[in-house]
């Protein structure tokens, strides 16, 4: 009898609350929603006679209508230019916080129950640890657009990129004159290149020349530690995508959710991946969304996600020569006030991708601020060069001994790499500053040079101190990449086809053509190591200086 009435408790109980429920949303207003195309043809067409701004949407009145659209989607000022604005209060949150609480109430409120019922604990063995269908993490994600005011304006040195992308901004643009014809657009593109080369930058750039809403996710954002929640996100991802089509997606780092299934198995990953999959294959033809990934590791990728109808176009993002140094650098001196021959500077920067330009110049405007300099000059750039690339480096860490080391172990660097053609503009006691070769094409000879110069301490060091310190390890890591490259793959060994054993006997030739070097000119290896350690840099011309007796 207690039972049947505990059981006529929760029945009731249950009953009150679903009706409170259906009362909150029957309270809640329905507005017809629409997406970004039809507002753009509303207000182009004069069809909307008043606006009301609301916290989370923008409620248009026509013909006695109402339709509603996200605001983050909406350009404000065009709008507050073309109809008449209001501001309106949205009290939605009310209702849903309303309809929330009432339904953990009675969730709540049954399982008490149930519990009290049974008076017994549930055996461990039976617990399921079942994941929330709503984390607070999962709670706080929302999947707002991006309005991109970059352009390829301002995006220098991509010229082949750039290419390749015109017909996506124009398929953007004008969908219909590309369905009228036939012709299939590319679902998925691919940008493939190492980090810093600008693969955000350039996803932007499309979706700022098309005028169209622009989704930012990260691959890793996916990947959640609950089932199911990374298969979720996707499918929300592009759900608002096509609401708002026409449209760009943009999954940077995509090798976090995109990698190659088996072997080490991730199932949350997997589902994930699958999603992406199954949402890429779903697309029409007419959809108007275009899907951007950005990877540096194409290699990881699942075929599945390569083949044709998803990233049906990949392109390849290098890192920047000579002249697209040129420009960027152009772009990013545009504001602020220098006299530096940008062309020096482009020499100067070999091997720095686009990013890192970018923060060669900051950091170079904030070393003119320091010295309160009006403008930035050649030798900020020069001071703060390897601060960039490695981080910065305290000497005040080395004994006396240690930096005397030092200095002979860079100056044999130094003068081996002018005498055999290596460029570079300054070495220092705590780096080196050694170019790296800026062509497609390289001779066996410049591999040696190359290579020499790797081994030049090393074998310094050998020669005046009679053993080897631990300070050569990464440039003899180098000097062996740089063989193996040479034997294996170019075919510079004794034989076209080599083995790994033929990159040994390379770097033994170049340590005994240093060694008879080297030991032929120690006075000025002496004078070019006294100079380091007392200046702790030393420039091309002043080694040059040194070779003509003028030092």
Known sequence: MQNLRKKI??????????????????????????????????LGNNM??????????????????????????????????????????????????????????????????????????????????????????DMKMEIKPQVSDVTFDDVAGIDEVKEELEEIIDFLKNPKKYIDFGVRMPRGVLLVGPPGVGKTLIAKAVAGEAGVPFFYQSGSAFVQIYVGMGAKRVRELFAKAKEMAPSIVFIDEIDAVGKARGGMRNDEREATLNQLLTEMDGFEDTSGVIVIGATNKIEVLDEALLRPGRFDRRIFVSLPNREDRIKILSVYLRKIPHRVDIETLADMTVGFSGAALSSLVNEAALQALRKQKRVVELEEFEEVK??????????????????????????????????????????????GDIKEIDREILSKTEYMAKIKVYLAGYEALRIIYGEVFSNAAQDLKRAKILAEEMVLHHGMGDRIYAEGSEAMKVIEQAREELEEFLSAHKDNLKKIAQILLHNESITKEQIKKIYNGLF
Do not use: N
């Not at 404000?76 to 949205?90: A, H, I, M």
């Not at 969730?107 to 709503?134: D, F, N």
């Not at 200095?407 to 006691?429: H, M, P, R, T």
């Open 9 to 42: 408790t929760i029945l009731l109980v249950s009953f009150i609350v679903l009706v409170l429920l259906a009362a909150a949303l029957a309270l809640k207003e329905s507005k017809q929603s629409v997406d970004y195309a039809t507002y753009e043809t509303m």
């Open 48 to 137: 909307i006679d008043e606006a009301e701004v609301g916290d989370r949407y923008i409620y248009l009145k026509s013909a006695k209508q109402t339709f509603t659209i996200p605001k983050e989607a909406v350009d404000l000022q065009e709008l507050y230019k073309s109809v008449p604005v209001k501001t309106r209060e949205d009290y939605s949150y009310i209702y849903d916080l309303l309809a929330l609480g009432l339904f953990a109430f009675v969730a709540g409120y049954i399982l008490y129950m149930l519990r009290r019922q049974r008076q017994e604990p549930i055996p461990i063995k039976h617990q399921i640890q079942i994941a929330p269908a709503e984390t607070p993490e």
């Open 386 to 431: 390897e601060k960039v690339l490695f981080g910065k480096k305290r000497l005040l860490a080395l004994s006396e001994r240690e930096k005397q080391i030092q200095s002979l172990y860079q100056g044999a660097k130094a003068l081996s790499a002018y005498w055999f053609g290596v460029d570079f503009d300054k070495i220092s006691i705590v780096g």
